[in-house]
Structures are given as structure tokens and as C-alpha cells.
């Protein structure tokens, strides 16, 4: 059974920063390629952040290039996204989940939705 837990998420002045986490079981992880997802409230989910399975090659959306920064431990099977400067509308549900291709910018989720984690930016 895939499980994917992310965690991290709280509420940050703008400026601020945080670091999320995303725990997955289930999944050959370290084969993977995995990627950061937001859905902001009454928007569509986009992803923001993907990494390819042994780390070499990571792509951003515009929106976050040079604040955000994914990673991975693949001996611990955990995601990491670490977020600098953050700004109100970076506000969202924050997403992880394996992904069809690390380097189509709108690659598609593989697994079920975990319950994401809240990223609040108060200005």
C-alpha cells in the first residue's frame, strides 16, 4: 500500500522560510522520479518542484525558481522541499507524489493524494 505523509507546513511571515518533508512507504522510492505539488484554495493543482529518482536533474515552475529547493534522501525514503522567501502567494496545500517524467512540467501524478500539508504566508 503507497502512503505518502508530508509534513513541515505551518504559517511563516513573508520573507520567512520552511522546510517541508514528504515520507513515502510503499514505493520503490529510490527508482522514482517525485515532485512537489500546491493546490492554492479555489485553484488547480500545480506542480512546483520535480527531481528525478537518483537526484541528478531538478526542474522548478517559474513561480518559485531560486526560492525553492527540492532534495531527496533516498536511504531514508523521504522528499524534501526547502522554501526561502516566501511569499502570500505561495499560500496552499503542499503535495508530494511520484511523477510520470521529471522533465515535463506538467508530468503526472502516480499514486493516490496524501492529506498534504498547509503552508500559510501571512504579508
Known amino acids: 500500500q503507497v502512503q505518502l505523509v508530508e509534513s513541515g507546513g505551518g504559517l511563516v511571515q513573508a520573507g520567512g522560510s520552511l522546510r517541508l518533508s514528504c515520507a513515502a512507504a510503499?514505493?520503490?522510492?529510490?527508482?522514482?522520479?517525485m515532485g512537489w505539488y500546491r493546490q492554492a484554495s479555489g485553484k488547480q493543482r500545480e506542480l512546483v518542484a520535480r527531481m528525478t529518482a537518483g537526484g541528478s536533474i531538478t526542474n522548478y515552475a517559474d513561480s518559485v525558481k531560486g526560492r525553492f529547493t527540492i532534495s531527496r534522501d533516498n536511504a531514508k525514503n523521504t522528499l524534501y522541499l526547502q522554501m526561502n522567501s516566501l511569499k502570500p502567494e505561495d499560500t496552499a496545500v503542499y503535495y508530494c507524489?511520484?511523477?510520470?517524467?521529471?522533465?515535463?512540467?506538467?508530468?503526472?501524478?502516480?499514486?493516490?493524494w496524501g492529506q498534504g500539508t498547509l503552508v500559510t504566508v501571512s504579508s
Open positions: 507524489n511520484a511523477i510520470s517524467n521529471p522533465l515535463a512540467v506538467t508530468a503526472a501524478a502516480l499514486y493516490a
Open positions: 510503499g514505493i520503490r522510492f529510490s527508482y522514482i522520479a
